[in-house]
């Protein structure tokens, strides 16, 4: 099973904008619910959002009293337009990632948290649908509190800037977060750069020197997406694949090596429910490796401008 770390108040009430990624952690536990799944997804909800005191971790005093504020244009700089659900919404979001990484270290396990909206954020302000750094604010968290250290492997379509941007604001960033992992390349030259730069991060998990693993879903790294575009559906479950038994080679039978999924970017104006598709693939792909659980599954992913993928899973 994959713990859940998800509350009905990580989606926003209200949201205007062009991406959909607010509602996502809703719509893909409605249809985990709907497939009957729910069970191999058990929620874990007991745990508290973030306050004030957690984003000013990773960001400027002026952007996070400005942005609850709902003050100017750093208010809406992250792309949508501010309101109080929206607001409070991001303190369930930034949370949820960081409970799900310190549990999965503190109890050995695969846990998800999903959750989109971190990777473009600055430290002085929101940029491109993203509010806070989340996986900055997470990880420095875990390094001062148990002293560790993680990598990303970040799959989203789009270069996530947010750790690189903050390492001057914030040094820590440096020990906290060793590795971001960002592919570059479309096809085969993509698949190459990714398990290159993810056996870097293997070499140092067998020293003990990376202590937990997020895999960032990153749904719009897919060519049918409408903002992103590397790989092939195919391709991009081919590597999924390849990383989750890459990393269970750490695994020791139900103790397994900390690692979280979030979900990240994934745009499709045209049939969204194949972004859900393709995150609900890369979950059950996991659920297969990593907990030796497979589930009966008929994708419903399509192609842009053709019918659907018919790829069982």
Same mark, same amino acid.
């Given at each position: 099973?994959?713990?859940?770390?998800?509350?009905?108040?990580?989606?926003?009430?209200?949201?205007?904008?062009?991406? @959909?990624?607010?509602?996502?952690?809703?719509?893909?536990?409605? %249809?985990?619910?709907? %497939?009957?799944?729910?069970?191999?997804?058990?929620?874990?909800?007991?745990?508290?959002? =973030?306050?004030?005191?957690?984003?000013?971790?990773?960001?400027?005093? *002026?952007?996070?009293?400005?942005? =609850?504020?709902?003050?100017?244009?750093?208010?809406?700089?992250?792309?949508?337009?501010?309101?109080?659900?929206?607001?409070?919404?991001?303190?369930? +979001?930034?949370?949820?990632?960081?409970?799900?990484?310190?549990?999965?270290?503190? !109890?050995?396990?695969?846990?998800?948290?999903? +959750?989109?909206? !971190?990777?473009?954020?600055?430290?002085? &302000?929101?940029?491109?649908?993203? *509010?806070?750094?989340?996986?900055?604010?997470?990880?420095?968290?875990?390094?001062?509190?148990? /002293?560790?250290?993680?990598?990303?492997?970040? @799959?989203?379509?789009?270069?996530?800037?947010?750790?690189?941007? +903050?390492?001057?604001? %914030?040094?820590?960033?440096?020990?906290?977060?060793?590795?971001?992992?960002?592919?570059?390349?479309?096809?085969?030259?993509?698949?190459?750069?990714?398990? $290159?730069?993810?056996?870097?991060?293997?070499?140092?998990?067998?020293?003990?020197?990376?202590?937990?693993?997020?895999?960032?879903?990153?749904?719009?790294?897919?060519?049918?997406?409408?903002?992103?575009?590397?790989?092939?559906?195919?391709?991009?479950?081919?590597?999924?694949?390849?990383?989750?038994?890459?990393?269970?080679?750490?695994?020791?039978?139900?103790?397994?090596?900390?690692?979280?999924?979030?979900?990240?970017?994934?745009? &499709?104006?045209?049939?969204?429910?194949?972004? @859900?598709?393709?995150?609900?693939?890369? %979950?059950?792909?996991?659920?297969?490796?990593?907990?030796?659980?497979?589930?009966?599954?008929?994708?419903?992913? &399509?192609?842009?401008? $053709?019918?659907?993928?018919?790829? /069982?899973?």
């Amino acid at each position: 099973m994959l713990r859940t770390y998800y509350q009905k108040e990580m989606v926003p009430e209200e949201c205007v904008g062009y991406s @959909l990624s607010p509602k996502k952690p809703k719509l893909l536990m409605d %249809l985990i619910q709907e %497939l009957g799944y729910e069970d191999h997804f058990p929620m874990f909800a007991n745990w508290k959002p =973030f306050e004030i005191e957690d984003f000013l971790i990773g960001h400027t005093e *002026t952007y996070v009293k400005s942005f =609850f504020k709902g003050e100017g244009p750093l208010a809406s700089s992250n792309g949508f337009e501010w309101n109080l659900s929206l607001a409070s919404s991001v303190c369930f +979001t930034n949370a949820s990632l960081y409970h799900a990484i310190r549990d999965s270290f503190l !109890f050995d396990e695969v846990t998800f948290s999903p +959750t989109s909206g !971190f990777h473009h954020a600055m430290p002085n &302000r929101g940029s491109a649908f993203c *509010t806070f750094s989340g996986q900055v604010i997470a990880s420095v968290k875990l390094y001062r509190e148990l /002293g560790i250290s993680g990598a990303y492997i970040d @799959l989203d379509g789009h270069f996530g800037n947010s750790i690189e941007d +903050t390492k001057s604001f %914030l040094p820590e960033v440096n020990h906290a977060i060793p590795f971001n992992i960002n592919p570059k390349g479309n096809h085969a030259a993509y698949i190459k750069d990714t398990k $290159q730069k993810m056996e870097l991060v293997l070499e140092e998990v067998a020293k003990n020197k990376i202590h937990y693993v997020v895999f960032c879903s990153g749904a719009d790294s897919l060519v049918d997406d409408d903002l992103g575009g590397s790989v092939t559906i195919e391709e991009w479950l081919h590597l999924k694949e390849w990383m989750y038994k890459e990393i269970s080679r750490f695994d020791n039978g139900s103790k397994k090596f900390p690692s979280t999924i979030s979900l990240f970017g994934g745009y &499709r104006q045209d049939h969204f429910r194949s972004v @859900l598709d393709a995150h609900l693939m890369d %979950l059950l792909l996991c659920l297969k490796i990593r907990c030796e659980q497979e589930l009966p599954y008929q994708s419903e992913y &399509r192609k842009k401008g $053709q019918g659907s993928f018919p790829l /069982g899973s």
